[in-house]
């Protein structure tokens, strides 16, 4: 077998690391702010649109689309211990957020964080478990193993919701979730190493203004083509106006990436070179 860059303890032997692993990500896979397969019940009890559960279910994959270029930045500074604790403990909280509230507004907010804190644990698996399906480090050859993974527990998610809503309420499948989540930081505890980084947030690389402009454009977009056969597309005021805004927020995102990028700022960059894209 492959020797792995894990980080547990030295008597924990590598097998057992890797189920570590697997076992944190399952229920990152199953994970969201709204399960489409629940989308009637929900509907039904909260007296809300479908486009309202979809909205609020696509709103994961933004914030995933958003945290990315930031992920590596936080990785220097907290160890892989750390980070996983700190996300698992937190997607405890949004998902009990989304079971306990009535609110769709509330659970589309919780959703995107949902998205951008899977983003971290996605990329932590990603580089602790690569050489395990790649040894050679090819890219294609990971992702030929990765994306069934992934897919794969986003179906089965919706198998599991319409389960858990037909026989109980919709809310269990967040319940579910927690549960899976409290087992994967039992995992993490017992079986990762703990090691002390300095924790200094290097919050002058993190370019908010570009992350809010990007994740703006997104959520519009997302609105717009959600929300278009319902509104009547153009006879809706607010698709009007998010048509005009949107062209708008990628012009100035894009102004503000290659601004940063002649001027060599150490913000993060969300237009990776091409060599460096070679070189993954």
């Not at 480090?137 to 037909?166: C, D, H, K, W």
């Not at 717009?224 to 319902?230: A, S």
């Not at 995102?253 to 070679?278: A, G, K, M, V």
């Amino acid at each position: 077998m492959v020797k792995l860059n894990l980080p547990t303890r030295p008597w924990v032997p590598q097998w057992l690391g890797i189920v570590t692993m697997f076992i944190v990500i399952f229920p990152i896979t199953l994970l969201n702010g709204a399960y489409t397969g629940s989308m009637v019940e929900v509907s039904n009890t909260l007296g809300v649109l479908s486009e309202d559960i979809t909205m609020a279910y696509y709103s994961a994959s933004v914030g995933m689309a958003v945290a990315y270029p930031i992920v590596p930045k936080i990785r220097t500074i907290a160890t892989p211990k750390t980070l996983l604790l700190t996300d698992l403990l937190l997607q405890i909280f949004f998902s009990l957020v989304c079971a306990q509230t009535g609110s769709m507004d509330v659970i589309m907010v919780c959703s995107f964080c949902m998205g951008f804190l899977k983003a971290f644990v996605m990329l932590e698996f990603i580089i602790l478990i690569r050489p395990l399906f790649s040894p050679k480090n090819v890219r294609s050859e990971f992702y030929a193993y990765f994306y069934p993974i992934v897919f794969s527990g986003g179906q089965l998610s919706m198998a599991i919701t319409a389960q858990l809503a037909y026989h109980y309420q919709w809310q269990h499948m967040y319940y579910f979730v927690t549960i899976l989540l409290l087992i994967a930081i039992l995992f993490v505890i017992c079986f990762f190493r703990y090691a002390r980084r300095p924790m200094h947030i290097p919050f002058k690389e993190m370019d908010g203004r570009s992350m809010f402009i990007i994740a703006t454009a997104f959520l519009l977009t997302l609105y717009t083509f959600t929300y278009g056969k319902t509104l009547d597309w153009f006879a809706s005021p607010k698709i009007r106006v998010y048509v005009f805004v949107i062209p708008l927020l990628i012009a100035l995102f894009i102004h503000r990436q290659r601004t940063q990028e002649l001027q060599n700022h150490p913000l993060q960059s969300y237009f990776p070179s091409y060599q460096d894209w070679r070189q993954q």
